[in-house]
């Protein structure tokens, strides 16, 4: 396969003592693979929860396909790669609240983007139609396509399906598949609920209208971000989208709740410029 003209780039900003987000992206011939995770600090380990299912996904990056069988295995794969962590460096430690994490992960093909997810966060869907719309409509060419895993537990939300070491949670993955549009071009941005999740949606009271509207000024910030892209130069387009990510991080880091993590693919055809 050749190699695919897409542009990926991924990042992160702690907003803790140490960062519970790890991420990663690599393009190798013929598919793009990208990732977020989100060590959940109800757990002792965090941090490393996130870090070590990055660093499997990287040891197997050259066997992960889009085929939902294997998507399916491989986050069973993960999650017992966190038990055996556990077993190995914890043996004192009780083992139900040490590893835990969500795991957001975007594989790209020839012809479509396929996502696999437990846990919360965002995978925004942004039409190439992004620069027809002034800022101040409502932002109808991005889409959230990541339905969380939460339910209501004693007055908390709390994840259903998630990576840890604990034996009986469910980590049986929700698979997406988008056909990219060969005309208009696609943008996909995933992230850790630092950034955006529908179940931390801020809301506020419309002036006029009185009915209640969702809000999020890091994701108008990213649309805005991916407008001024699109007329980026294709040879060195790359660099625009990495510095462009890193001053996103940079202006919000006193803003952010949360560690903040994402990672952007941009497909060939995203860009306008000649």
């Known amino acids: 396969m050749l190699p695919l003209s897409s542009i990926c780039y991924s990042g992160s900003l702690p907003n803790k003592k140490v960062n519970e987000?790890?991420?990663y992206y690599k393009k190798l011939n013929g598919t793009t693979i990208f990732a977020v995770a989100?060590?959940?600090g109800s757990y002792s380990e965090?941090?490393?929860a996130s870090?070590?299912?990055i660093e499997y996904l990287k040891k197997n990056e050259t066997r992960i396909t889009t085929e939902s069988k294997f998507l399916s295995q491989f986050f069973h794969d993960v999650n017992d790669h966190l038990c055996k962590i556990a077993k190995v460096e914890h043996k004192e430690q009780s083992h139900e609240n040490l590893l835990g994490t969500t795991l957001i992960l975007g594989i790209e093909t020839e012809n479509e983007v396929t996502f696999a997810h437990v846990g919360n966060g965002a995978i925004i869907h942004v039409r190439g139609t992004i620069a027809d719309f002034c800022e101040k409509d409502n932002p109808w060419f991005?889409?959230?396509l990541l339905n969380p895993h939460t339910i209501p537990n004693n007055g908390e939300d709390v994840l259903y399906k998630l990576?840890?070491?604990y034996d009986n949670v469910d980590v049986q993955p929700t698979i997406i598949r988008i056909e990219k549009d060969r005309d208009k071009g696609d943008a996909f941005i995933i992230c850790t609920d630092g950034i955006a999740s529908q179940d931390h949606v801020k809301l506020f009271k419309h002036s006029t209208v009185g009915f209640l509207s969702k809000n999020?000024?890091?994701l108008h910030e990213l649309f805005t971000l991916l407008k001024d892209f699109q007329s980026s130069d294709k040879i060195n387009a790359f660099l625009?989208?990495?510095t462009k990510i890193t001053l996103f991080l940079e202006k919000n880091k006193d803003k952010f709740e949360d560690d903040a993590t994402l990672a952007i693919l941009v497909t060939d055809n995203f860009l306008k410029s000649i």
């Open 21 to 23: 987000d790890a991420h």
């Open 38 to 40: 989100d060590g959940l």
């Open 46 to 48: 965090a941090a490393k």
């Open 51 to 53: 870090t070590q299912v």
């Open 142 to 144: 991005a889409t959230n």
């Open 163 to 165: 990576l840890s070491n």
């Open 216 to 218: 999020n000024e890091y």
């Open 240 to 242: 625009h989208l990495s």
